[in-house]
């Protein structure tokens, strides 16, 4: 990774207007939200509130381009070759890209640059590598009488994908969903979050210039309820890929619509982190400190639940304490801060709410707990010391605060790991390979890291199961949710 050394580096805002086809207009009914910085509370934009009147331009938009074949139609290498440049621009763009994402919704400016937009810049070069290597397989089947037979099948474009996308990784998650879908073909919608669209419109322009037909991605900024609920139900689109929280995607579960168009959902976690007796906290503590405090803990993949055997849990909380002191909470442009802050007033009441919960209902808090004086959503990163039962040991907080949960053997670790109506990931530290296989399998989660934490690869799928949601974003899983499967059968 390249270290940056610019300082409070000003981004310069995209065109805010809604991207429909080729045009670039207002909402319907004028209606417009503004976007504020989380640092200092001042205006950073006002964005077009797009409306259902909106969301059906930008279906009919998307889907006239996918139909006249100007992307849909090109040579898989061609298609490839032009998400290699987007892969190009965005990484020129970096610290545009990373600094608009800072001022949004307050992630630390160095880890949006060296991390975030790197990732997304992957993301699109990982899935320009797939679109000329779409493809079925064959069968020799057995003849009918005189008639010789095989058979095989086609993956093809599903048409329209639309897609939505939360504030805390707005561009990393619009590449998991726009890569893949226009690898194989497919236009698309997208309604970035209200508190983080300014990447996302800056995106679709970088995509533009790469050479993606303009009206294949189109974007339609605006309020969840509103532009959000029009598009997850919308009967043009082929599939809704939804990354957020489980309260609004079980809302938006039932709506597949007439069509049983397809779907994935991506919602929250509650994830526990397995430290075994024997693991090597030199190696492992830092990768446990930043699954709790990583974003100020505003992460899906994020390990809160830390479940120490009995034997080190002392240490374990040592290191979350150091770590917590050490933290350097400030303007996430700063380059001197080690932690932002939290996106916006609602979320920085709701982690302070959850604190509160913790004390009353007798967690042992060890550090932190405070929420700082403004302007601007800054809170310190906090341990508890308690049990699974605690609230803030079942919901998911979104915020940096950690329980520490002893348990006594391998029976138990897994036993309070599945105790949650979440399965995204979970997090093993041990220095025996044994532990760890003999658990992984055991995990009700979609995903596993042994000693490391949560970082994806767009190269292996992501995703969770039951509260987690369903479906696979990434790697092959990735070109699979974003085609059609055809089976050929052929005589002759
Ligand atoms: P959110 O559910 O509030 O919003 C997500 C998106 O949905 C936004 O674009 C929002 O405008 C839109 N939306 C809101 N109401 C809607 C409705 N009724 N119909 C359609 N769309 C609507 O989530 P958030 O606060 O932006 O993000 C945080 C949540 O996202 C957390 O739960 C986090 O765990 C989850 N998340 C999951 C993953 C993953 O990969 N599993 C990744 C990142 C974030």
Not at 181 to 188: D, E, I, T, Y
Not at 202 to 214: H, K, S
Not at 247 to 268: S, Y
Not at 346 to 367: F, M
């Amino acid at each position: 990774m390249t270290e940056t050394t610019e300082t409070r580096f000003e981004p310069t805002i995209p065109d805010v207007s809604l991207r429909i086809g080729t045009t670039r207009r207002a909402a319907a009914g004028g209606a417009t939200y503004t976007s504020t910085n989380p640092a200092d509370e001042s205006l950073v934009a006002e964005l077009p509130a797009g409306s259902a009147a909106d969301v059906d331009d930008a279906v009919a938009a998307a889907r006239e381009a996918f139909e006249s074949g100007v992307w849909s139609g090109l040579p898989g290498a061609e298609r490839g070759r032009i998400l290699n440049r987007a892969a190009d621009l965005i990484e020129a763009d970096a610290e545009n890209l990373g600094a608009l994402e800072s001022v949004e919704m307050g992630k630390l400016y160095v880890d949006s640059v060296n991390g975030d937009i790197p990732a997304t810049a992957a993301t699109f070069r990982h899935f320009a590598g797939w679109a000329d290597k779409i493809v079925g397989q064959t069968s020799v089947l057995p003849s009918y009488g005189p008639q010789q037979r095989f058979g095989y099948t086609l993956r093809q474009p599903l048409g329209v994908v639309g897609a939505i996308t939360p504030w805390n990784n707005p561009a990393v998650i619009a590449g998991w969903k726009l890569a893949p879908a226009l690898a194989a073909g497919n236009a698309a919608v997208i309604k970035p979050a209200e508190d983080a669209s300014l990447s996302t419109l800056r995106l679709a322009e970088l995509l533009v210039e790469a050479g993606v037909p303009d009206g294949v991605v189109n974007v339609v900024t605006g309020l969840g309820e509103e532009a959000g609920a029009a598009l997850a139900g919308h009967e043009g689109i082929d599939k809704i890929s939804f990354t957020g929280s489980p309260r609004v995607g079980r809302t938006i579960q039932p709506r597949a619509g007439d069509k049983f168009r397809k779907m994935t959902l991506e919602l929250g976690g509650k994830s526990p982190q397995l430290i075994f007796a024997d693991a090597d906290l030199e190696q492992s503590m830092p990768w446990i400190a930043m699954g709790n405090f990583y974003h100020q803990g505003q992460v899906c993949a994020a390990g809160t639940r830390v479940l120490v055997h009995e034997s080190r849990v002392d240490e374990v909380i040592d290191g979350l304490v150091a770590a917590a002191k050490a933290a350097v909470i400030g303007d996430p442009r700063d380059p001197s801060s080690t932690m932002g802050t939290i996106v916006n007033r609602k979320q920085l009441d709701s982690i302070q709410r959850y604190i509160e919960l913790g004390t009353s209902e007798n967690a042992d808090l060890v550090a932190g707990g405070r929420v700082l004086d403004g302007p601007g959503y800054f809170v310190e990163p906090t341990v508890f010391r308690g049990h699974n039962d605690l609230t803030i040991a079942r919901e998911e907080i979104f915020g940096p605060v950690a329980t520490v949960i002893p348990f006594t053997d391998t029976q138990e670790a897994v036993r309070i790991a599945n105790d949650t109506k979440y399965g995204l990931n979970a997090m093993i530290h041990t220095t025996d390979l044994a532990t760890a296989h003999a658990v992984i399998p055991q995990l009700r989660v979609g995903m596993v890291w042994v000693n490391g934490w949560g970082v994806p690869e767009p190269g292996l799928p992501w995703g969770g199961r039951e509260a987690s949601g369903y479906g696979r974003e990434l790697g092959e899983s990735g070109i699979h949710a974003n085609t059609e499967e055809k089976t050929v059968h052929l005589a002759f």
